[in-house]
């Protein structure tokens, strides 16, 4: 059988374009889509859950539980308020920490697991809880909040003494050289709405606010999840912890299937001076930070910030 000319000189083409650039016939691999999508594989398990209810039992559902244990809707670690905390039964309580979830994220109120409430938890976010747990002893577990506003603050609502409003900041030697520019544009937002001035300092040991990149279990008895998921978490006043996931693709900017380092970074500082999450989504201090986007301080979080230090 002999080749048409036209056909041999198409796949010469072909040829020649894959051996000028190898890469060329993958870089859909690569897209920020794809990327993006790769990130968020560790809660893919949420997606056998859809239309799971109460009296079911199913594979993931343990997971589930921890989830929802970990961001402040139930007790994981219990024995004697969670008969199944451990098991794929969906039992009374997880039927309850699905509602309160629900009912926090505005979401259609049925304690069931639905397309909506899946989508919503596979989305990355911060890994500061979000609410009321029985578990008072968890460092990040924030109070329920109030009807009067959406706004929380950390148990106790712990802040910073009076007679410290200057907060130095430092990484640890060794890390990113390319986030300061991100964190002191963080540090300046905060900066215009309160009486707060932040300063680096090069001595990340004695610094006020030390920020540095983790990986997986890093020790503080919160660890990462990889790409996607968590995305960073912070301590309470006057702590000064703040740790940004480093499996993450950080950037500083707007970048699809990258996380901005000021948006993060602006989040985390507010649960440094002492503010819990919001269900607010036009806030900084909402939980899920999606990807390719800059968000800024919003009324709920300069609200939020004058109520916990009275000015």
């Given at each position: 059988m002999i080749m048409e000319p036209k056909f041999l000189h198409l796949l010469s083409c072909i040829l020649l374009l894959f051996l000028l650039n190898p890469l060329s016939l993958f870089t859909?691999?690569?897209?920020?889509?794809?990327?993006?999508?790769?990130?968020?594989?560790?809660?893919?398990?949420?997606?056998t859950l859809i239309g799971t209810q109460k009296g079911t039992t199913s594979k993931g559902i343990s997971q589930l539980k921890k989830y929802l244990s970990h961001f402040?809707?139930?007790?994981?670690?219990?024995?004697?308020?969670?008969?199944?905390?451990?098991?794929?039964?969906?039992?009374?309580n997880l039927e309850l920490a699905i509602k309160s979830y629900q009912t926090f994220f505005k979401l259609k109120v049925n304690g069931i697991m639905d397309a909506n409430i899946v989508a919503k938890m596979s989305h990355p976010r911060c890994g500061v809880p979000d609410?009321?747990?029985?578990?008072?002893?968890?460092?990040?577990?924030?109070?329920?909040?109030?009807l009067a506003s959406h706004y929380t603050f950390f148990p106790?609502?712990?802040?910073?003494?009076?007679?410290?409003?200057?907060?130095?900041?430092?990484?640890?030697?060794?890390?990113?050289?390319?986030?300061?520019?991100s964190i002191l544009h963080a540090t300046q937002i905060w900066a215009s709405v309160t009486p707060f001035r932040f300063s680096y300092r090069t001595n990340y040991d004695?610094?006020?606010?030390?920020?540095?990149?983790?990986?997986?279990?890093?020790?503080?008895?919160?660890?990462?999840?990889?790409?996607?998921?968590?995305?960073?978490?912070?301590?309470?006043?006057?702590?000064?912890?703040?740790?940004?996931?480093?499996?993450?693709?950080?950037?500083d900017g707007v970048t699809l299937g990258a996380f901005d380092m000021q948006t993060v970074g602006?989040?985390?500082?507010?649960?440094?001076?002492?503010?819990?999450?919001?269900?607010?989504?036009?806030?900084?201090?909402?939980?899920?930070?999606?990807?390719?986007?800059?968000?800024?301080?919003?009324?709920?979080?300069?609200n939020g910030i004058k109520a916990l230090y009275q000015f």
């Open positions: 859909h691999a690569n897209s920020p889509n794809q990327l993006n999508t790769q990130r968020s594989s560790g809660m893919d398990f949420l997606k402040g809707y139930m007790n994981h670690k219990n024995n004697t308020i969670l008969t199944h905390q451990t098991d794929d039964f969906f039992d009374d609410s009321f747990n029985l578990n008072r002893s968890h460092k990040l577990y924030l109070r329920i909040p109030t106790g609502e712990p802040k910073w003494p009076p007679t410290k409003r200057s907060l130095t900041y430092s990484f640890p030697l060794g890390g990113p050289t390319n986030v300061n520019s004695q610094a006020d606010i030390k920020i540095s990149f983790q990986y997986r279990d890093h020790g503080d008895g919160y660890p990462f999840d990889g790409p996607g998921g968590i995305l960073a978490h912070a301590f309470a006043p006057s702590d000064g912890r703040l740790h940004f996931d480093g499996d993450e693709r950080w950037v602006l989040h985390e500082l507010g649960h440094v001076l002492g503010l819990g999450h919001t269900n607010d989504t036009g806030a900084i201090m909402y939980p899920y930070i999606g990807d390719g986007l800059r968000k800024v301080l919003g009324q709920d979080d300069i």
